[in-house]
C-alpha cells in the first residue's frame, strides 16, 4: 500500500470513497475488531457509570474505589455486568453508525468544498456532521441498550434495583414505564452524543491535518509509523475534548436512565440534586474513568476505523496513492 502524500494533499483527495469500499469485509472485520475494543474498555465504563449514579454517602467516592469493590463482590465478572446486552446491541448499532458516518462524510465533504476553505476547517466540518449524523441515526438501537446495560451496571449499588439478566430489566422496565421507558432520556441521549459525536469527529478531522503540517517534510513519504502515530494522537485528542465538553449531560443521563418507576425525577431535579451534594463539580462526576475511556477508546478506534477502510479498500481492488 503507497500511502505517499496521503495525508499532505488536499482533503478531498485523502479521503477513502464509501462506493470503494467492500462492504462485506468492512462490517463483518468491523464488527469484530470493535467487540474487542468494547472487551478491553468496557470495565472502565462500569466504573465510570456507578461513580455517576453514587448516592452523597457512598463509600466508594472514586474510582480506584469502586473497582476495588467491585473486584472483591463479583470478581472480574462486576467489572462486565451489561457486556451480553452492550455486545448483543453495538453490532447493529456499529452498522447503522458506520454506514451514516461514511455516507455522510462524502456528501458533505462535496457541500465545503465551493466554499475554499482552509483543509483543517473542511476536515472539522465534514467530519462532524457526519459524526452528528451517524450518532442521531444510532440512537434508536443504542438508547435501549444503554438503559439495560446501565441497570445492569449498577444493580444492587447505592439502594439501585436488582435484576436475572437484560431480559429482565427490559421486562420491569416496560411493566413499570411500558415501552416509552426503555427510550427514557433519550432527549438527552442525543443532546449528549451527537455533540460528542460532532465533537469528536471534527476534532479529530481538524487535529491530524494541524499535526501534519507541523510534521510534513516537503516531498518525503510518511512512514507507517508516523502515519499510525498521527492518527492516535488524533484520537487521543478528540476522545480527551469530547469527554471534557460533554460529561455533565453524560451524567444527567444516566441518572435518569437508571433510577426506577417510583423515585424517578425531572431532569431539573437530578441537577439540583447533584449542585446540592458536590456543587457544580457534580456535574462532573466520573470525569476522570469517563476521560480515560473516552481518550483510550478514541485512539483505539480510529487505528482500528483507519485499518478498517485500508483493508475494506485494498479488498475491493483499489490502492491507496
Same mark, same amino acid.
Given at each position: ?63 480506584? *474505589? ?32 458506520? #454506514? ?17 476553505? *482552509? ?147 425531572? #431532569? ?29 477508546w478514541g485512539t483505539s478506534m480510529i487505528l482500528a476505523y483507519e485499518y478498517l477502510n485500508q483493508l475494506a479498500l485494498l479488498c475491493f481492488g483499489f490502492a491507496?496513492?
Open positions: 500500500m503507497d500511502t505517499a502524500g496521503t495525508h499532505t494533499q488536499s482533503f478531498g483527495q485523502t479521503e477513502i470513497n464509501w462506493d470503494k469500499l467492500d462492504k462485506t469485509k468492512f462490517y463483518v472485520v468491523g464488527a469484530g475488531i470493535f467487540t474487542g475494543i468494547t472487551v478491553a474498555l468496557y470495565p472502565i465504563s462500569v466504573v465510570k457509570t456507578r461513580l455517576q449514579v453514587a448516592s452523597h454517602d457512598a463509600v466508594e467516592r472514586n474510582a480506584i *474505589s469502586v473497582a476495588k469493590n467491585l473486584l472483591k463482590t463479583d470478581g472480574i465478572c462486576g467489572l462486565y455486568k451489561g457486556f451480553g446486552t452492550v455486545v448483543t446491541g453495538a453490532i447493529p448499532t456499529r452498522i447503522l453508525f458506520l #454506514t451514516a458516518l461514511e455516507t455522510t462524510k462524502i456528501a458533505a465533504l462535496k457541500m465545503v468544498e465551493p466554499l475554499k476553505l *482552509s483543509e483543517p476547517t473542511e476536515a472539522a466540518i465534514a467530519n462532524g456532521l457526519a459524526g452528528m449524523t451517524a450518532s442521531l441515526c444510532s440512537q434508536a438501537i443504542f438508547v435501549p441498550v444503554d438503559v439495560v446495560s446501565q441497570r445492569l451496571m449498577v444493580q444492587g449499588y447505592s439502594g439501585n434495583a436488582t435484576y436475572t439478566g437484560g431480559l429482565d430489566v427490559v421486562r420491569k422496565v416496560i411493566k413499570s414505564d411500558g415501552y416509552g421507558g426503555l427510550y427514557r432520556g433519550f432527549g438527552l441521549s442525543v443532546m449528549t452524543y451527537a455533540p460528542s459525536s460532532a465533537v469528536w469527529w471534527a476534532s479529530y478531522g481538524a487535529s491530524q491535518r494541524i499535526i501534519w503540517r507541523f510534521l510534513d517534510d516537503g516531498n518525503v513519504a510518511p512512514t507507517e509509523g508516523k502515519i499510525v502515530m498521527v492518527q492516535a494522537a488524533g484520537g487521543f485528542f478528540a476522545g480527551a475534548t469530547a469527554s471534557c465538553v460533554t460529561t455533565p449531560l453524560d451524567t444527567i443521563k444516566t441518572r435518569l436512565q437508571v433510577m426506577g418507576h417510583d423515585k424517578r425525577p425531572s #431532569t431539573k431535579q437530578v441537577v439540583k440534586n447533584l449542585i446540592a451534594d458536590d456543587g457544580w463539580i457534580g456535574l462532573y462526576r466520573g470525569l476522570g474513568p469517563r476521560f480515560f475511556s473516552m481518550s483510550a491507496v496513492d
